[in-house]
Protein backbone atom coordinates (compact mmCIF):
# COMPACT_ATOMS: atom_id res chain seq x y z
CA UNK A 1 0.00 0.00 0.00
CA UNK A 2 0.68 3.64 0.01
CA UNK A 3 3.42 4.90 2.44
CA UNK A 4 0.60 7.66 3.45
CA UNK A 5 -1.79 4.76 4.20
CA UNK A 6 1.03 2.43 6.26
CA UNK A 7 1.67 5.39 8.01
CA UNK A 8 -1.82 6.12 8.96
CA UNK A 9 -2.33 2.35 10.24
CA UNK A 10 0.83 2.45 12.15
CA UNK A 11 0.01 5.32 14.02
CA UNK A 12 -3.59 4.52 14.22
CA UNK A 13 -2.99 1.34 16.18
CA UNK A 14 -0.10 3.32 18.23
CA UNK A 15 -2.97 5.19 19.48
CA UNK A 16 -5.78 2.66 20.05
CA UNK A 17 -3.53 0.68 22.17
CA UNK A 18 -0.90 3.30 24.12
CA UNK A 19 -2.52 6.57 23.14
CA UNK A 20 -3.76 7.27 27.27
CA UNK A 21 -0.88 5.57 28.72
CA UNK A 22 2.05 7.29 26.49
CA UNK A 23 -0.44 10.18 25.17
CA UNK A 24 0.88 11.05 21.32
CA UNK A 25 3.92 9.60 21.00
CA UNK A 26 2.35 6.36 20.37
CA UNK A 27 0.94 7.52 17.36
CA UNK A 28 4.31 8.67 16.73
CA UNK A 29 6.00 5.54 17.21
CA UNK A 30 3.39 3.68 15.25
CA UNK A 31 3.85 5.67 12.75
CA UNK A 32 7.46 4.94 12.45
CA UNK A 33 6.55 1.35 12.79
CA UNK A 34 3.84 1.24 10.30
CA UNK A 35 6.24 2.71 7.71
CA UNK A 36 9.48 0.12 8.92
CA UNK A 37 8.95 -2.81 7.01
CA UNK A 38 9.41 -0.88 4.01
CA UNK A 39 12.67 0.16 4.15
CA UNK A 40 13.47 -2.89 2.66
CA UNK A 41 13.73 -0.80 -0.41
CA UNK A 42 16.97 1.05 1.28
CA UNK A 43 19.10 -1.70 -0.45
CA UNK A 44 17.99 -0.59 -3.70
CA UNK A 45 21.61 1.03 -4.37
CA UNK A 46 23.56 -2.13 -3.90
CA UNK A 47 21.75 -4.49 -5.61
CA UNK A 48 20.30 -5.13 -8.96
CA UNK A 49 16.63 -5.96 -9.91
CA UNK A 50 16.63 -9.91 -9.87
CA UNK A 51 18.24 -9.26 -6.28
CA UNK A 52 15.51 -6.56 -5.17
CA UNK A 53 12.49 -9.13 -6.78
CA UNK A 54 12.63 -11.13 -3.61
CA UNK A 55 14.25 -9.02 -1.19
CA UNK A 56 10.94 -6.43 -1.43
CA UNK A 57 8.44 -7.52 0.82
CA UNK A 58 10.59 -10.16 1.80
CA UNK A 59 11.47 -10.99 5.40
CA UNK A 60 11.06 -7.13 6.93
CA UNK A 61 7.53 -8.22 5.79
CA UNK A 62 7.27 -11.63 7.48
CA UNK A 63 5.21 -12.86 10.53
CA UNK A 64 8.73 -13.69 12.30
CA UNK A 65 9.90 -10.66 12.05
CA UNK A 66 6.55 -8.75 13.37
CA UNK A 67 7.45 -10.98 16.30
CA UNK A 68 11.43 -10.61 16.94
CA UNK A 69 11.66 -6.79 15.71
CA UNK A 70 8.42 -6.23 18.01
CA UNK A 71 10.46 -7.70 20.88
CA UNK A 72 13.38 -5.58 20.74
CA UNK A 73 11.64 -2.92 19.56
CA UNK A 74 9.21 -3.08 22.67
CA UNK A 75 12.98 -3.56 24.91
CA UNK A 76 13.94 -0.03 23.43
CA UNK A 77 11.00 1.60 24.00
CA UNK A 78 10.25 0.46 27.66
CA UNK A 79 13.96 1.34 28.37
CA UNK A 80 13.61 5.09 26.55
CA UNK A 81 9.97 5.72 27.89
CA UNK A 82 11.29 4.45 31.56
CA UNK A 83 8.97 6.80 33.19
CA UNK A 84 6.00 5.46 31.93
CA UNK A 85 4.14 2.67 33.91
CA UNK A 86 3.96 0.77 30.72
CA UNK A 87 5.04 -2.90 31.19
CA UNK A 88 6.70 -4.69 28.50
CA UNK A 89 4.02 -6.94 27.47
CA UNK A 90 2.05 -3.73 26.32
CA UNK A 91 4.66 -2.26 24.37
CA UNK A 92 5.39 -5.70 22.29
CA UNK A 93 1.88 -5.66 21.70
CA UNK A 94 1.56 -2.18 20.43
CA UNK A 95 5.27 -2.97 18.37
CA UNK A 96 3.71 -6.40 17.20
CA UNK A 97 0.28 -5.15 15.72
CA UNK A 98 2.19 -2.14 13.95
CA UNK A 99 4.66 -4.18 12.21
CA UNK A 100 2.21 -7.47 10.95
CA UNK A 101 -1.00 -5.21 9.93
CA UNK A 102 1.67 -3.29 7.62
CA UNK A 103 2.56 -6.66 6.61
CA UNK A 104 -1.37 -8.01 5.95
CA UNK A 105 -2.33 -4.81 4.79
CA UNK A 106 0.26 -4.99 1.77
CA UNK A 107 -1.32 -8.86 1.31
CA UNK A 108 -4.58 -7.77 0.11
CA UNK A 109 -2.42 -5.87 -2.69
CA UNK A 110 -1.46 -8.12 -6.18
CA UNK A 111 2.13 -7.51 -5.68
CA UNK A 112 2.94 -10.38 -3.35
CA UNK A 113 3.92 -10.45 -0.02
CA UNK A 114 6.11 -13.25 2.00
CA UNK A 115 4.68 -13.59 5.21
CA UNK A 116 6.40 -17.04 5.93
CA UNK A 117 10.33 -15.58 4.97
CA UNK A 118 12.11 -17.65 5.48
CA UNK A 119 10.19 -20.85 5.78
CA UNK A 120 8.87 -19.82 2.75
CA UNK A 121 9.11 -17.48 0.09
CA UNK A 122 5.31 -17.65 -1.00
CA UNK A 123 4.19 -14.69 -2.14
CA UNK A 124 0.87 -14.01 -0.11
CA UNK A 125 -1.59 -12.24 -2.43
CA UNK A 126 -5.15 -11.80 -1.57
CA UNK A 127 -5.86 -9.43 -4.34
CA UNK A 128 -8.65 -7.62 -2.99
CA UNK A 129 -7.47 -3.94 -2.43
CA UNK A 130 -5.82 -1.41 -4.69
CA UNK A 131 -2.41 0.44 -3.72
CA UNK A 132 -3.87 3.31 -3.08
CA UNK A 133 -7.64 3.11 -2.02
CA UNK A 134 -9.41 6.23 -0.78
CA UNK A 135 -12.01 4.50 1.01
CA UNK A 136 -9.62 3.01 3.46
CA UNK A 137 -7.67 5.49 4.31
CA UNK A 138 -9.71 8.93 4.72
CA UNK A 139 -11.95 7.29 7.25
CA UNK A 140 -8.95 5.61 9.31
CA UNK A 141 -7.12 8.89 9.24
CA UNK A 142 -10.31 10.92 9.83
CA UNK A 143 -10.53 9.04 13.29
CA UNK A 144 -7.19 9.25 13.95
CA UNK A 145 -7.05 13.14 13.62
CA UNK A 146 -10.19 13.40 15.51
CA UNK A 147 -8.69 11.44 18.31
CA UNK A 148 -5.44 13.60 18.51
CA UNK A 149 -6.65 16.76 18.83
CA UNK A 150 -9.25 15.71 21.20
CA UNK A 151 -7.81 15.35 25.43
CA UNK A 152 -5.73 12.87 26.31
CA UNK A 153 -8.04 12.36 29.36
CA UNK A 154 -11.03 11.08 27.52
CA UNK A 155 -11.78 8.11 26.47
CA UNK A 156 -14.04 10.02 23.42
CA UNK A 157 -10.53 10.33 21.21
CA UNK A 158 -9.70 6.46 21.79
CA UNK A 159 -13.10 5.81 20.31
CA UNK A 160 -12.74 7.91 16.82
CA UNK A 161 -9.57 5.50 16.30
CA UNK A 162 -11.00 2.12 17.09
CA UNK A 163 -14.14 3.35 14.62
CA UNK A 164 -11.70 4.24 12.23
CA UNK A 165 -9.72 0.79 12.65
CA UNK A 166 -12.94 -1.33 12.56
CA UNK A 167 -14.48 0.82 9.11
CA UNK A 168 -10.88 0.00 7.77
CA UNK A 169 -11.07 -3.63 8.40
CA UNK A 170 -14.71 -4.25 7.35
CA UNK A 171 -13.81 -2.09 4.35
CA UNK A 172 -10.77 -5.23 3.36
CA UNK A 173 -13.97 -7.85 4.56
CA UNK A 174 -16.26 -5.79 1.76
CA UNK A 175 -13.86 -6.31 -1.16
CA UNK A 176 -13.44 -9.70 -0.45
CA UNK A 177 -16.93 -10.44 -0.68
CA UNK A 178 -16.71 -8.23 -3.70
CA UNK A 179 -14.19 -10.14 -5.71
CA UNK A 180 -15.87 -13.29 -4.73
CA UNK A 181 -19.33 -11.99 -6.38
CA UNK A 182 -17.24 -10.63 -9.90
CA UNK A 183 -14.88 -14.00 -9.89
CA UNK A 184 -17.85 -16.10 -9.83
CA UNK A 185 -19.38 -13.66 -12.81
CA UNK A 186 -15.93 -13.91 -14.93
CA UNK A 187 -15.21 -17.43 -14.57
CA UNK A 188 -19.13 -18.48 -15.42
CA UNK A 189 -18.39 -15.78 -18.62
CA UNK A 190 -15.19 -17.66 -19.21
CA UNK A 191 -17.38 -21.21 -19.47
CA UNK A 192 -20.57 -19.62 -21.51
CA UNK A 193 -18.01 -18.86 -24.12
CA UNK A 194 -15.69 -21.57 -23.94
CA UNK A 195 -12.50 -19.71 -23.40
CA UNK A 196 -9.76 -22.58 -22.23
CA UNK A 197 -8.04 -21.41 -19.11
CA UNK A 198 -5.62 -22.84 -17.18
CA UNK A 199 -5.27 -20.43 -14.04
CA UNK A 200 -7.53 -17.24 -13.09
CA UNK A 201 -7.17 -14.12 -10.72
CA UNK A 202 -8.97 -10.88 -10.48
CA UNK A 203 -8.16 -7.73 -8.56
CA UNK A 204 -9.55 -3.92 -8.58
CA UNK A 205 -8.95 -1.19 -10.78
CA UNK A 206 -7.49 2.32 -9.40
CA UNK A 207 -8.96 3.43 -6.79
CA UNK A 208 -11.86 1.55 -6.38
CA UNK A 209 -13.25 -1.72 -5.34
CA UNK A 210 -16.26 -1.80 -7.69
CA UNK A 211 -14.61 -2.50 -10.83
CA UNK A 212 -12.44 -4.81 -11.14
CA UNK A 213 -9.54 -6.81 -13.86
CA UNK A 214 -10.07 -10.17 -14.71
CA UNK A 215 -6.99 -12.66 -15.98
CA UNK A 216 -7.28 -15.71 -17.25
CA UNK A 217 -4.22 -17.35 -19.29
CA UNK A 218 -3.43 -21.17 -20.84
CA UNK A 219 -0.68 -22.50 -22.73
CA UNK A 220 -0.31 -19.47 -25.74
CA UNK A 221 -2.74 -16.98 -24.70
CA UNK A 222 -4.32 -14.60 -22.18
CA UNK A 223 -7.58 -13.30 -22.01
CA UNK A 224 -8.40 -9.57 -20.17
CA UNK A 225 -11.57 -8.40 -18.93
CA UNK A 226 -13.39 -5.13 -17.04
CA UNK A 227 -16.56 -6.46 -14.64
CA UNK A 228 -18.22 -3.56 -12.73
CA UNK A 229 -20.69 -3.82 -9.84
CA UNK A 230 -22.67 -1.78 -11.39
CA UNK A 231 -22.56 -2.52 -15.06
CA UNK A 232 -25.38 -1.95 -17.18
CA UNK A 233 -24.74 -4.94 -19.21
CA UNK A 234 -24.92 -9.16 -18.17
CA UNK A 235 -22.31 -9.72 -21.23
CA UNK A 236 -18.64 -9.69 -20.22
CA UNK A 237 -15.84 -8.63 -23.62
CA UNK A 238 -12.35 -10.45 -23.01
CA UNK A 239 -9.74 -9.48 -24.66
CA UNK A 240 -7.43 -11.92 -26.57
CA UNK A 241 -3.81 -11.58 -26.59
CA UNK A 242 -0.62 -13.83 -27.44
CA UNK A 243 2.09 -15.04 -24.47
CA UNK A 244 4.87 -15.65 -27.04
CA UNK A 245 6.35 -18.32 -23.89
CA UNK A 246 8.23 -20.17 -27.21
CA UNK A 247 10.23 -16.53 -27.25
CA UNK A 248 11.81 -17.64 -23.39
CA UNK A 249 11.49 -21.25 -23.55
CA UNK A 250 14.98 -22.04 -24.13
CA UNK A 251 15.91 -20.14 -20.86
CA UNK A 252 12.60 -21.86 -19.13
CA UNK A 253 14.31 -26.01 -20.34
CA UNK A 254 18.14 -24.50 -19.26
CA UNK A 255 16.10 -23.49 -15.74
CA UNK A 256 17.71 -20.05 -16.30
CA UNK A 257 18.01 -18.56 -12.98
CA UNK A 258 16.72 -14.89 -14.21
CA UNK A 259 13.62 -16.42 -16.21
CA UNK A 260 12.79 -18.45 -12.73
CA UNK A 261 12.70 -15.46 -10.75
CA UNK A 262 10.65 -13.52 -12.98
CA UNK A 263 8.14 -16.38 -13.73
CA UNK A 264 7.88 -16.78 -9.99
CA UNK A 265 7.51 -13.22 -9.04
CA UNK A 266 4.73 -13.35 -12.15
CA UNK A 267 3.10 -16.33 -10.99
CA UNK A 268 2.81 -17.53 -14.16
CA UNK A 269 0.34 -14.51 -15.65
CA UNK A 270 2.97 -12.87 -18.22
CA UNK A 271 3.19 -11.83 -22.07
CA UNK A 272 6.82 -11.82 -24.18
CA UNK A 273 7.21 -9.70 -26.76
CA UNK A 274 9.92 -8.92 -28.88
CA UNK A 275 9.77 -5.05 -30.47
CA UNK A 276 11.54 -3.46 -34.06
CA UNK A 277 15.10 -3.23 -32.72
CA UNK A 278 15.04 -7.20 -31.10
CA UNK A 279 14.90 -6.20 -27.92
CA UNK A 280 12.80 -8.82 -25.84
CA UNK A 281 10.28 -7.74 -23.01
CA UNK A 282 8.81 -9.42 -19.90
CA UNK A 283 5.19 -7.94 -19.00
CA UNK A 284 3.71 -9.13 -15.52
CA UNK A 285 0.06 -9.15 -16.57
CA UNK A 286 -1.18 -8.92 -12.92
CA UNK A 287 -0.55 -5.30 -12.95
CA UNK A 288 -2.71 -4.26 -16.13
CA UNK A 289 -2.22 -1.40 -18.17
CA UNK A 290 -1.33 2.04 -17.95
CA UNK A 291 -5.04 2.97 -19.05
CA UNK A 292 -6.53 0.21 -16.83
CA UNK A 293 -7.91 -1.43 -20.21
CA UNK A 294 -10.17 0.98 -21.01
CA UNK A 295 -8.10 2.60 -24.38
CA UNK A 296 -6.07 0.92 -27.08
CA UNK A 297 -3.46 3.37 -26.02
CA UNK A 298 -1.71 2.12 -22.83
CA UNK A 299 1.69 0.03 -21.86
CA UNK A 300 1.72 -2.86 -19.20
CA UNK A 301 2.59 -1.47 -15.91
CA UNK A 302 4.89 -3.72 -15.03
CA UNK A 303 7.76 -4.66 -17.34
CA UNK A 304 11.14 -5.80 -17.84
CA UNK A 305 13.93 -6.23 -20.63
CA UNK A 306 15.39 -9.53 -21.08
CA UNK A 307 19.48 -8.99 -21.88
CA UNK A 308 19.71 -11.92 -24.06
CA UNK A 309 23.57 -13.31 -24.24
CA UNK A 310 24.70 -13.59 -27.87
CA UNK A 311 27.48 -16.26 -26.76
CA UNK A 312 24.78 -18.55 -25.03
CA UNK A 313 21.29 -18.76 -27.06
CA UNK A 314 18.60 -19.53 -24.32
CA UNK A 315 20.37 -17.86 -21.54
CA UNK A 316 20.03 -14.02 -19.78
CA UNK A 317 23.05 -11.89 -18.84
CA UNK A 318 20.29 -10.34 -16.50
CA UNK A 319 17.05 -8.07 -16.98
CA UNK A 320 16.20 -4.72 -16.03
CA UNK A 321 12.80 -3.53 -14.68
CA UNK A 322 11.35 -0.03 -15.98
CA UNK A 323 9.27 2.30 -13.90
CA UNK A 324 5.80 1.66 -13.80
CA UNK A 325 3.46 4.12 -15.29
CA UNK A 326 -0.37 4.57 -14.81
CA UNK A 327 -1.99 7.16 -16.75
CA UNK A 328 -3.23 10.12 -14.50
CA UNK A 329 -4.54 12.50 -17.11
CA UNK A 330 -8.04 13.94 -16.98
CA UNK A 331 -9.40 11.86 -19.83
CA UNK A 332 -8.60 8.77 -18.37
CA UNK A 333 -9.64 9.44 -14.87
CA UNK A 334 -12.88 10.06 -16.74
CA UNK A 335 -13.07 7.00 -18.66
CA UNK A 336 -12.28 5.36 -15.43
CA UNK A 337 -15.02 7.11 -12.92
CA UNK A 338 -17.83 6.36 -16.13
CA UNK A 339 -16.69 2.70 -16.46
CA UNK A 340 -16.70 2.51 -12.52
CA UNK A 341 -20.12 3.53 -12.62
CA UNK A 342 -21.59 1.11 -15.57
CA UNK A 343 -21.24 2.28 -18.94
CA UNK A 344 -19.78 -0.89 -20.47
CA UNK A 345 -19.43 0.81 -24.38
CA UNK A 346 -15.87 1.49 -22.57
CA UNK A 347 -13.98 -1.17 -23.86
CA UNK A 348 -10.14 -1.96 -24.25
CA UNK A 349 -8.17 -3.05 -26.94
CA UNK A 350 -4.85 -4.09 -27.93
CA UNK A 351 -2.30 -1.59 -27.29
CA UNK A 352 -1.17 0.29 -31.11
CA UNK A 353 2.16 -0.15 -30.53
CA UNK A 354 4.73 -1.12 -28.42
CA UNK A 355 6.70 1.29 -26.26
CA UNK A 356 7.08 4.44 -29.16
CA UNK A 357 7.87 7.45 -27.50
CA UNK A 358 4.34 9.57 -27.37
CA UNK A 359 4.23 12.88 -26.52
CA UNK A 360 0.72 12.51 -25.21
CA UNK A 361 1.39 10.05 -22.53
CA UNK A 362 3.70 9.69 -19.87
CA UNK A 363 5.54 6.50 -20.67
CA UNK A 364 8.98 6.21 -20.30
CA UNK A 365 11.57 6.33 -23.25
CA UNK A 366 12.71 2.76 -23.51
CA UNK A 367 15.41 3.41 -26.16
CA UNK A 368 17.01 6.03 -23.72
CA UNK A 369 16.89 3.34 -20.96
CA UNK A 370 18.13 0.65 -23.21
CA UNK A 371 21.82 3.07 -23.43
CA UNK A 372 22.12 2.40 -19.64
CA UNK A 373 24.50 0.32 -18.19
CA UNK A 374 24.00 -3.87 -17.26
CA UNK A 375 23.64 -3.01 -13.94
CA UNK A 376 20.11 -2.10 -14.33
CA UNK A 377 18.20 0.96 -14.36
CA UNK A 378 19.92 4.03 -11.79
CA UNK A 379 19.37 3.31 -7.73
CA UNK A 380 16.42 6.43 -7.66
CA UNK A 381 14.38 4.24 -10.63
CA UNK A 382 14.41 1.34 -8.75
CA UNK A 383 13.67 2.83 -4.88
CA UNK A 384 10.27 4.97 -7.08
CA UNK A 385 8.99 1.48 -8.52
CA UNK A 386 9.25 -0.04 -4.96
CA UNK A 387 7.57 3.39 -3.76
CA UNK A 388 4.52 3.29 -6.26
CA UNK A 389 3.78 0.05 -6.46
CA UNK A 390 5.51 -2.22 -3.87
CA UNK A 391 4.81 -0.46 -0.80
Do not use: C
Request: hydrophobic share 40%; net charge negative; aromatic share 12%.
Amino acid sequence: MDSITQITLGAAVGEATLGRSVGRKAAVWGAVLGTLPDLDVLSSPFVDDYTQLSLHRGFSHSVLFAVLGGAGIAYGLKKLHSRYPVPFRKWFLFSFLALITHSLLDAFTVYGTQLLNPFSDYPVAWNSVFIIDPLYTIPLLSGLIISLILSRQSRVGQRFVLAGLIFSTAYLGWTQAAKSIIDDELEQSLQEQDIPYQKFMSNPTALNSVLWMGLAVDESHAYVALRGLLDDSPSIHWMKMPRNPDLIQAAVDQKDPYIERLLWFSRGYFRVERDSQGRLFFHDLRFGRSDGYLSDRGNFIFRFELLEDPENPGRLRGFRQFRPVVEGRASTLDLLWRRIKGDTSIQGRPQQRLYQPDPDFETENLEDAHTRSDDGPPASSRAEINRSFGS
